[in-house]
């Protein structure tokens, strides 16, 4: 599992890509969901990100999302990503894998 979720966050993060993203907090499961905040670093502050992923038949689905809302700290940044990642499980469930 712990190599599994390493991988979304590689993915997510474009690891070695100064994107200036990287995973803030543990994976949360949520309805069938898994959540992982990973605030984006921008001029100081954090904005709101993460990735919502689900296994659905054999592959799995996943959807990065980033917000414009900013934070002081990466710690509130993730804080809120995982409230942001729920939000749009429960307005769009599946649909948001397009």
Do not use: C, W
């Amino acid at each position: 599992m712990a190599s599994f979720l390493s991988g979304l966050m590689r993915r997510l993060t474009g690891a070695g890509s100064g994107n200036g993203a990287s995973p803030a907090g543990e994976a949360e499961s949520y309805k069938g969901y898994t959540i992982i905040p990973v605030p984006h670093a921008n001029g100081g502050q954090y904005n709101t990100a993460g990735l919502i992923s689900k296994q659905i038949g054999e592959e799995l689905k996943e959807h990065k999302f980033i917000r414009a809302d900013t934070h002081g700290s990466q710690e509130e940044a993730a804080r809120h990503s995982i409230t942001k990642a729920k939000q749009i499980i429960d307005e769009q469930g599946d649909g948001i894998f397009g």
